[in-house]
């Protein structure tokens, strides 16, 4: 390793935060930590050329979400959030080796709050393939959910990414499969839904509303309060926290999202600002 660059990451509390995802989905976790870290700026990157990464194979998985981390790098991020289940489930540990001195978060499905919240003893995973059968998720589920006797179903849609990425049309056949399956959970008696992929929280409005029209007793639960929660005590710990004085006065609400995606694409501009805003940018890698 002679001569090698260490991956340390900008130690300037004013460097940027990055972010990874397949796709959109990121951005369910950009809200919370844009609402918790307001001083910071944010550097997103969606590989929109590959998405979904869901149905794809590890290996394949591990060395998209590396190029995305050393794009990140590139740009001097002080913190990556990986805020992609199916990234994290199998390129977290491997990120982590390969920038040893850079904070990286990833996510896992919130299982764990619900196993302990659950009375029926009965909660259902929603997400990808891939997160489903990643190693993450499984340890959770033996360490957990198992010594607690609570029964974890898992269950999986291919079809539900894509249709977050194309903005979530109620009349679509994705959405009336949704709403049986909601059914479904509450005949297995589960009182606890988590939200897997960062994409699903987009779709809390279409839950709620359909839990409701339905009369079932189901919880929703999903990881992105918790991540920004971790990132603002591991910039605190750092003491790499953006102060408010480095907010320009012109910007009251903080620095707009510059959102990077990895193919040029006439609708995602639209998608993106729907979801978190007119003010982001939206710019391609390509
Ligand atoms: N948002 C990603 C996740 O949390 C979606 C994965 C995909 O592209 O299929 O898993």
Redesign the pocket.
């Known amino acids: 390793m002679t001569g090698a660059p260490l991956r340390v990451g900008s130690k300037d509390s004013r460097a940027p935060i990055g972010l990874f ?3 959109v ?2 951005l369910s976790v950009y809200i919370h930590l844009a609402e918790q870290l307001p001083a910071e700026r944010y550097i997103y990157y969606a590989d929109t050329l590959h ?5 794809r194979d590890s290996k394949d998985i591990e060395a998209l979400t590396l190029t995305a981390v050393e794009w990140l790098y590139q740009q001097g991020c002080k913190l990556i959030v990986i ?5 994290s489930a199998h390129a977290l540990q491997t990120a982590r080796r390969c920038y040893p001195q850079l904070p990286i978060v990833g ?1 896992v499905p919130a299982l764990k709050p619900a196993v302990l919240a659950s009375t029926s003893g009965h909660v259902a995973v929603l ?2 393939k ?2 489903l059968d990643g190693a993450l998720l499984n340890q959770v589920i033996s360490e957990v959910a198992a010594p607690k006797g609570t029964r974890v179903i898992k269950y999986f849609d291919p079809e539900l ?1 894509p249709w977050v990425e194309a903005g979530m049309p109620e009349t679509s056949e994705t959405a009336q499969r949704l709403r049986q399956q909601l059914q479904a959970f509450a005949s297995a008696d589960v009182d606890y839904l988590i939200l ?4 699903y929280p987009f779709f809390k409005g279409f839950l709620f509303d359909e839990i409701e029209a339905q009369q079932l007793a189901l919880q929703v639960v999903d990881s992105g309060q918790a991540i920004a929660t971790r990132v603002k005590s591991l910039l605190a710990e750092q003491r790499l926290l953006a102060t408010t004085e480095s907010v320009s006065h012109t910007e009251h609400k903080g620095h707009p999202l510059v959102f990077y995606a990895s193919e040029n694409n006439d609708r995602l501009k639209n998608v993106v600002q729907r979801l978190v805003g007119p003010q982001t940018q939206v710019k391609y890698i390509i």
Not at 83 to 87: H, L, T, V
Not at 196 to 199: R, V
């Open positions: 995802d397949s796709g989905g990121g998405v979904p990464y869901g149905n805020a992609c289940n199916s990234a996510l997400a990808t891939a997160t990414v897997g992929c960062t994409h």
